[in-house]
């Protein structure tokens, strides 16, 4: 078995992605982490280098997803 991280391009392209087997085995590794990072960020997500959300931001957006949930159950 080779050091490529296989397993990490097969979850990301197959699971995250939703490729097919043609996109994926067709894709460079510059085109795989391009579209890793477009799914980032049409997502509100950020890079692995972003830091870590503090307790208190963790918290306000575990507060702000409990009442977006109770909002859409009560109309």
Known sequence: MSCY???YYLLVGF???GWDAQAFWSATPQ???LA???YLA???GAAASATPL???EL?????KQHKAR?????S
């Not at 109770?70 to 009560?74: F, G, P, Y």
């Open 42 to 44: 049409c997502r509100g």
């Open 59 to 63: 918290r306000q957006l575990m507060e």
């Open 36 to 38: 890793y990072e477009a």
């Open 54 to 56: 503090t307790r208190q």
């Open 5 to 7: 991280p296989w397993r």
């Open 15 to 17: 699971g995250l992605l």
């Open 31 to 33: 085109d795989m982490r």
């Open 70 to 74: 109770n909002d859409d159950r009560n």
